[in-house]
Antibody, heavy 120, light 106 residues
Framework: EVQLMESGGGLVQPGGSLKLSCAASGFNLRDSDMHWVRQASGKGLEWVGRIRGKPDTYATTYAASVRGRFAMSRDDSKNTAYLQLNTLKAEDTAVYYC???????????WGQGTLVTVSS | EIVLTQSPATLSLSPGETATLSCRASQSVAIYLAWYQHKPGQAPRLLIYDASNRATGTPDRFSGSGSGTDFTLTISSLEPEDFAVYYCLQRSNWPSFGGGTKVETK
């Protein structure tokens, strides 16, 4: 069974940093592009960015709202993807989901999400 | 950036009724549009991909239609478990989601 599980969320002050993890099971992470999506309270879903697999040299692409502040990485040997959040702002407060790009080039499996709260 | 606009924002219906949800794109996305169901505290669930194809496990009361800029998700004969928020997603360009339609119990 394919599962994704995020961890690492928490309370951080504006300007601070946090690193989220996304542990995958039931499939080989190296075969998949991994994306991150977030949802602020009472708001809709927002695409954050993606990291491709080894064949595509782990290329990353980010939404304009986080570019230059967030960084994605992955450790295929641990079947885990990461999202490094830097220079955090109050508007980055959200539940962060990792999701897999599936066979039909849509997000087919998602984690349960991890909450990041940016507040002083 | 392709902007997706969903309407209505909220749909108040009773079990057994039919829900019709709309998603309009700011420019053509061909058929590269999906629909997701999202319940509080749960992961979003893929229902429909490429505008009209049901994902594995999606009941046949869910159907999708449209192409270009106008898309529709129809849920015929609503079941109690169908009350949720529904999002459209385009993959024609960098992914973007609509603002969501909440289907609530009347």
């Amino acid at each position: 069974e394919v599962q994704l599980m995020e961890s690492g969320g928490g309370l951080v002050q504006p300007g601070g940093s946090l690193k989220l993890s996304c542990a995958a099971s039931g499939f080989n992470l190296r075969d998949s592009d991994m994306h991150w999506v977030r949802q602020a309270s009472g708001k809709g879903l927002e695409w954050v960015g993606r990291i491709r697999g080894k064949p595509d040299t782990y290329a990353t692409t980010y939404a304009a709202s986080v570019r230059g502040r967030f960084a994605m990485s992955r450790d295929d040997s641990k079947n885990t993807a990461y999202l490094q959040l830097n220079t955090l702002k109050a508007e980055d407060t959200a539940v962060y989901y990792c999701t897999r790009l599936g066979d039909y080039y849509y997000f087919d499996y998602w984690g349960q999400g991890t909450l990041v709260t940016v507040s002083s | 950036e392709i902007v997706l606009t969903q309407s209505p924002a909220t749909l108040s219906l009773s079990p057994g009724e039919t829900a019709t949800l709309s998603c309009r794109a700011s420019q053509s996305v061909a058929i590269y549009l999906a629909w997701y169901q999202h319940k509080p505290g749960q992961a979003p669930r893929l229902l429909i991909y490429d505008a009209s194809n049901r994902a594995t496990g999606t009941p046949d009361r869910f159907s999708g239609s449209g192409s270009g800029t106008d898309f529709t998700l129809t849920i015929s004969s609503l079941e109690p478990e169908d009350f949720a928020v529904y999002y459209c997603l385009q993959r024609s360009n960098w992914p973007s989601f609509g603002g969501g339609t909440k289907v609530e119990t009347k």
